[in-house]
């Protein structure tokens, strides 16, 4: 595959701890995609509205240039001989400013980055990079990711090397610069391959070259990057990776003292295991969606979106201790929706409940129907 034309306008600034949950989404249109999110936290008529774009793009699920009988590889080796220097993964982290605040699964990854003599790159250097990802390492691999947002992250913090010194390990660079284009990303393995997991398990190199630096000026900052398994099978490419130093602005005010959750960022697991086939046939509704929850919560999920499609709030009512217990105890959001085609029905259900992350959500075209107690979802 290849995204290409990549912009970010705008970051997205995360909510204050509390008004979690917040809501964002990827719409794509034929070969165009759009990262939008909600600017607000209410419900127009039971809808989210995404009304605000913060990235868009366009992609195609073909890589035309990939030849399968001729596959990229790069040698790191031959590089690691032109090596003018290097600092570890710990070294690298504790030379930056504190306003990149990365951890976890932002820095986990990076053991060693070189400054690599490489007359192409601007300045004469180019950065050489080895991140490992432990087997048991949460929420990577067996996830659905192709590849984990975390680990792209880390590749492409490599950038910030460019302004340390390899001898004193100290950052020489005022302000952060943040990524607003990039020309190309392209994937390079094979095609029948879902997601990149059996190569990051095998270590992951990256070298980094500029084409583009200007830092008196704060930019533009363009850049190559190419990222291989530690066999030099080339992964993904990155072309015209263009990046700028952020403007001087008074930061955006914090009311709460809970600036960590605020700033952190997690990811959730696409699937996980379920045993309901040990629950007996005869088992209540209740009991099967608390074996969910609690098995969702294990496995690491943070948020739970359920339907009513019922027309009464019989169903609700029922669950209502669950839904308690699921947040109390398994720190699971379940986002229940009291579904009807009518406003006043779908509050009805609503106002039975009295856990509070409950929304009516009105489809007029909707007809639930005489048998709609008997449908699978509401069984």
């Given at each position: 595959?290849?995204?290409?034309?990549?912009?970010?306008?705008?970051?997205?600034?995360?909510?204050?701890?509390?008004?979690?949950?917040?809501?964002?989404?990827?719409?794509?249109?034929?070969?165009?995609?759009?990262?939008?999110?909600?600017?607000?936290?209410?419900?127009?008529?039971?809808?989210?509205?995404?009304?605000?774009?913060?990235?868009?793009g366009s992609f195609s699920r073909v890589n035309g240039a990939y030849n399968e009988r001729l596959p990229?590889?790069?040698?790191?080796?031959?590089?690691?001989?032109?090596?003018?220097?290097?600092?570890?993964?710990?070294?690298?982290?504790?030379?930056?400013?504190?306003?990149?605040?990365?951890?976890?699964?932002?820095?986990?990854?990076?053991?060693?980055?070189?400054?690599?003599?490489?007359?192409?790159?601007?300045?004469?250097?180019?950065?050489?990079?080895?991140?490992?990802?432990?087997?048991?390492?949460?929420?990577?691999?067996?996830?659905?990711?192709?590849?984990?947002?975390?680990?792209?992250?880390?590749?492409?913090?490599?950038?910030?090397?460019?302004?340390?010194?390899?001898?004193?390990?100290?950052?020489?660079?005022?302000?952060?610069?943040?990524?607003?284009?990039?020309?190309?990303?392209?994937?390079?393995?094979?095609?029948?391959?879902?997601?990149?997991?059996?190569?990051?398990?095998?270590?992951?190199?990256?070298?980094?070259?500029?084409?583009?630096?200007?830092?008196?000026?704060?930019?533009?900052?363009?850049?190559?990057?190419?990222?291989?398994?530690?066999?030099?099978?080339?992964?993904?490419?990155?072309?015209?990776?263009?990046?700028?130093?952020?403007?001087?602005?008074?930061?955006?005010?914090?009311?709460?003292?809970?600036?960590e959750e605020r700033l952190t960022t997690v990811w959730q697991s696409k699937s996980f295991p379920s045993?309901?086939?040990?629950?007996?046939?005869?088992?209540?509704?209740?009991?099967?969606?608390?074996?969910?929850?609690?098995?969702?919560?294990?496995?690491?999920?943070?948020?739970?979106?359920?339907?009513?499609?019922?027309?009464?709030?019989?169903?609700?009512?029922?669950?209502?201790?669950?839904?308690?217990?699921?947040?109390?105890?398994?720190?699971?959001?379940?986002?229940?929706?009291?579904?009807?085609?009518?406003?006043?029905?779908?509050?009805?259900?609503?106002?039975?409940?009295?856990?509070?992350?409950?929304?009516?959500?009105?489809?007029?075209?909707?007809?639930?129907?005489?048998?709609?107690?008997?449908?699978?979802?509401?069984?």
């Amino acid at each position: 595959m290849v995204v290409n034309n990549l912009v970010i306008h705008k970051p997205l600034v995360l909510s204050s701890a509390g008004s979690f949950p917040g809501h964002a989404g990827c719409i794509i249109h034929g070969d165009k995609w759009e990262f939008k999110a909600a600017t607000t936290p209410h419900y127009d008529n039971g809808m989210i509205i995404l009304d605000s774009v913060y990235a868009s793009g366009s992609f195609s699920r073909v890589n035309g240039a990939y030849n399968e009988r001729l596959p990229r590889t790069f040698d790191f080796q031959a590089k690691l001989a032109h090596s003018q220097g290097s600092v570890t993964g710990d070294e690298f982290y504790e030379a930056l400013p504190l306003a990149y605040r990365y951890q976890d699964h932002f820095r986990n990854y990076l053991r060693v980055i070189h400054e690599i003599k490489d007359e192409t790159s601007w300045g004469g250097k180019a950065y050489l990079t080895y991140l490992e990802i432990s087997e048991g390492t949460p929420d990577v691999f067996g996830k659905g990711y192709i590849i984990h947002p975390g680990i792209l992250d880390s590749i492409l913090q490599v950038v910030l090397a460019v302004f340390i010194n390899m001898e004193t390990k100290r950052f020489d660079f005022t302000g952060v610069i943040l990524p607003f284009k990039i020309d190309a990303i392209r994937r390079w393995d094979s095609r029948d391959a879902p997601d990149l997991d059996s190569e990051i398990r095998k270590g992951i190199w990256t070298y980094f070259t500029s084409r583009i630096w200007a830092p008196s000026h704060g930019g533009p900052f363009k850049s190559d990057y190419i990222i291989a398994n530690s066999e030099g099978k080339v992964l993904l490419t990155m072309e015209g990776f263009e990046m700028a130093r952020a403007p001087d602005a008074e930061p955006v005010p914090i009311t709460d003292n809970s600036r960590e959750e605020r700033l952190t960022t997690v990811w959730q697991s696409k699937s996980f295991p379920s045993s309901l086939d040990s629950l007996p046939p005869q088992a209540s509704l209740r009991a099967v969606f608390e074996r969910l929850g609690r098995e969702a919560a294990a496995a690491g999920r943070k948020v739970i979106r359920a339907a009513d499609l019922t027309k009464t709030s019989a169903i609700a009512v029922d669950l209502d201790p669950v839904l308690e217990t699921l947040f109390n105890e398994c720190g699971v959001v379940v986002e229940y929706f009291s579904v009807s085609s009518a406003p006043s029905d779908a509050d009805a259900k609503t106002g039975a409940l009295n856990y509070p992350y409950v929304r009516s959500l009105v489809l007029e075209s909707w007809n639930l129907g005489e048998d709609a107690a008997n449908t699978p979802l509401a069984r």
